[in-house]
């Protein structure tokens, strides 16, 4: 009986030693000034990756921190025009925004090498030189510039190269057309003869539809698919030259951002990091089954000859050396990729099939 009654004491104290343990997690939880955040979008929710990553982000930061980060999801446009967020978030009229930094060039054309590199990098060897590589130290010093504090929050697998309405045999066929193109590729592809602007992803298909556009590129087959430009337009070529992989970053207005917690600011890049994981995995496990529904759909899928490959990649290396001769900006973040991806390529050569 004493053994027993000896027993029940120990377990009754470890018991109320766990929901001391509890209360003191509780407490300091409850220090952390809550967070109701809103939270700008490029992208809309239903759209495959690029915008259910954003609602992910979302839930899972106030999964995370227990109801203390709140960043409410809004439609592209609810707030203001997706393209018109970094300023919003600038100027503090807006709190955060889910996005690309490679919409930003008209700021800084350093920042569509934070998004996406013409003939660059696979997401593995990008996020080596982003965390280890000197990449974000760069990062943080483009946004502050301009009262934003970003954090890297997702990367997505290769994209294809365009969506044409007539077959597409070298580039002299791509003169004169009007397209639809993302960040630094649209650089090249003007050198190519080509009209090039910058349309949100909503925008698109419309334009597409009424003639305002030729053609388009925007993403990967599974999200292509989404959007339905299939419908239009039935050559889809491929590889992505312009986006081997695409980062995507949660921007926040540095003033609200500098007085969070640091256990809040450590659960943003918790979450981010898990994020990024989260649609890596996903975004290579659903392109077969679109590939074959776009087939199925009537879709013509191309892949470029090595030539016109031959002839992107030096019309890229003539836009990459004019913008680093004309931006200090960009030839710092430039230097710094070339130079890791050269060191990088020994061991790319010798470690992958």
Known sequence: MRIRRTMKLAVSAL?????????????AAAQDKRVRWNMASAYGSKLTQLGTLGVRLSDELEAVSGGSLRFKFFEPGALVPALEMFD????????AGWSTPGYWTGKNEAFALFAAVPFGPRAGEYLGWYYHGGGKELFDELYAEYGIKSVMCGVIAPEASGWFRKEINSTDDLKGLKMRFFGLGAKVMEKMGVSTQL?????????????SIDATEFSMPAIDL??????????YYFPGWHQQSTLFDLMMNKEKYDALSDTQKAQIDAVCGANITAGLAEGEAIQGAALAELKEKGVTIHRWPPEVLDELRGAWNEVAAELAASNPTFKKVWDSLTAYREQYKIWGDLGYL
Do not use: C, W
Request: hydrophobic residues 50%; charged residues 15%; negative net charge.
């Open 15 to 27: 018991a109320l030693g766990a929901v001391m343990a509890l209360g003191t997690v509780g407490d």
């Open 226 to 235: 989404n959007l339905g430009f299939y419908q239009v337009a039935k050559h």
């Open 88 to 95: 919003a978030i600038s100027a503090g009229s807006i709190d």
């Open 199 to 211: 349309l949100a992803g909503g925008d698109i298909f419309p334009a597409l539809e009424r003639g």
